[in-house]
Each structure stands twice: as C-alpha cells, then as structure tokens.
C-alpha cells in the first residue's frame, strides 16, 4: 500500500465516523442493518445532517445547519451538544494521521464565545496540534459560516495508547 493510498483510508475512516456518527453498518442474513458495539444514539442524534466539506492530515473541516432538536431553553445551539461536536469531530481528525484509534478522552475544555440559532450555518473546524504514541491533543472551532464569527473553541486531549494500558 502506498503512502497515498493510506493517506486515502484515514481520510475514509473520518469521513465514515463523522457521518456515521460512530456507527459500524452490518446487515444480518434478512439484510436488515444492525449496529455492532454499543447504542450510539446519542452521538446520531448530535451529528446528524454534519456535511464532511474538507479532509486532510491534521485538518477537517464540516457544515452543519443548527437543527431544532439541539436547540436550548433559549432557544440557540446547546452547550452539551456543542461539547459532543468539540468531542467527535476532535476525535475523527486524529484518523486523519494515520492513527488506528481515536482514543479516550483525558480532558475537554471549551470556551463559549457567541450563541448560533435555529438553521443557522455553522462551520466545525479541527485541527491537530500534536499526536503522539500515547497523547493526542486537538484544537476544534465552530464558527458562523456567513461571518466568520467564532461561536465556540475547544481543546481537546486524548489518550491514545488503549491497548497498552489498562486506563
């Protein structure tokens, strides 16, 4: 396999854990579809109608229209489900660099810096600052996409190294 067509699977993997939300499509022999592992709803309901726009090592970047379901009491994007966007969508960008795994998450810090409405365009850029043998550490910013207003930053640090330790 060359380093390209690697380069090509990563991207692949992202792109399939973004707009599957973390789910693995199965059919059983009446080719109904089944989720294998663990009830993923939460993480479909948060990330459904994310459009993967650009994928390049160490870089995605995502449209989303703010839809009503994630909508708070005041009625702009949640902070719980902008925290599971910092969380999935920093978590696919480690798979752009050729990482097997996502990971756990050690720590997750965001700053809540403007309020985003229902339909509302929004852009989810992650980057990654640093991957290593057992840390990963990545940067997500969700904007508006008709100004370029920062709505939220994230930092978000991962443990990379599962099957090396018993964390």
């Known amino acids: 396999m060359t380093n390209s067509q690697s380069n090509l699977d990563f991207k692949t993997m992202a792109r399939r854990y973004l707009e599957k939300a973390g789910y693995r499509d199965v059919e059983d022999d009446n080719g109904s579809s089944l989720v294998r592992g ?91 600052l640093r991957v290593g043998k057992a840390i990963g550490v990545v940067t997500v910013e969700l904007r508006k996409k008709s100004s370029g207003r920062i709505i939220a930053q994230g930092r978000h640090t991962k443990y990379l190294s599962i099957g090396a330790s018993r964390l």
């Open 38 to 128: 663990k009830n993923r709803f939460f993480e479909s309901f948060v990330m459904k109608g994310l459009q993967v726009d650009l994928i390049e090592p160490g870089r995605i970047l995502c449209s989303f229209r703010v839809p009503p379901r994630l909508l708070n009491s005041g009625n702009f994007l949640h902070g719980g489900a902008t925290a599971s966007l910092v969380d999935l969508v920093g978590s696919a960008v480690i798979y752009t660099l050729g990482s097997s795994t996502t990971g756990v998450s050690l720590e997750i810090n965001i700053s809540y810096l403007d309020a985003a409405y229902i339909d509302e365009e929004i852009e989810i850029e992650a980057k990654v």
